[in-house]
Each structure stands twice: as C-alpha cells, then as structure tokens.
C-alpha cells in the first residue's frame, strides 16, 4: 500500500508568546485537517512565515520584543507573503490598531473558537 501525505485545508502559522495557547491552537486546527507551525516570538514567526509559506497567520499583538504589530508589518512588507490572512489576538482592546498594522481581522481573547474557525475558512 503506497504511503499518502495528508493534505491540509490551510496552512496556518500561530505565533503567540503564550506556548499553552499556541499549542493548543495548533491541535484544535490540526483537528480541523490544517497544517498548523507554531512560533513562540514574533522573530521567530517572520522566520516561520518565510519557509512554511502559511495562507493564514493568528499572532498575539502583545509579544515582548517584537509585538503583533510589528509582525503584521513585516509580513506585508514580503511580496512572496501578499496574500494571507493575518487575524489577530489579544486581550488588549487593540482593534483599531490592528487593523491599521495590516491585520484583517482582530479577535479579542480568549476568542471565540466558532469564529476563529469561519475567519479561517473563509
């Protein structure tokens, strides 16, 4: 019997600096037939970004060092990068703010799940 590779709905990068929260995420899409990479920092995200090539970004706005904000600005600097979906979350009232860095959709936390599942699908 030949050895398949599943294939994803989408590829989403994570990127929150709470590792609880990133992996639970990256289960919760994995459950959902995503491919799912995780990123701890937002450095680290920008690196992931680049290699993963990911249709969907969900990054925490309040990182040390290099936030939310930052990321979102980076990613939409990357031609190579142009088209994804960047949502973001937090648990600050940074909506505005967000949406102004070049997110798409903003989420307050903890978000809520059905709708985080929509901004993805769509």
């Known amino acids: ?6 294939r994803c709905l989408k590829r989403i990068l ?3 600096d709470n590792p609880d929260l990133a992996e639970s995420l ?6 959902d037939g995503h491919c ?6 937002g450095l680290e995200g920008l690196e ?6 990911p249709q969907v970004v969900v990054c925490d706005l ?9 990321v979102a600005k980076a990613l939409r600097c990357q031609p190579h990068l142009n088209g994804i979906r960047l949502i973001a979350l937090s648990a600050y009232e940074l909506g505005q703010e967000a949406l102004a860095a070049g997110f798409d959709h903003y989420l307050r ?7 985080l599942a929509k901004l993805i699908a769509d």
């Open 1 to 6: 019997m030949p050895h398949t590779v599943p």
């Open 14 to 16: 994570v990127i929150d």
């Open 26 to 31: 990256s289960i919760l899409f994995g459950m």
């Open 36 to 41: 799912v990479e995780t990123a701890l920092t």
């Open 48 to 53: 992931k970004a680049s290699s993963f090539n």
């Open 62 to 70: 309040g990182m040390p060092h290099f936030d939310g904000l930052a």
């Open 109 to 115: 936390k903890p978000p809520n799940l059905r709708e």
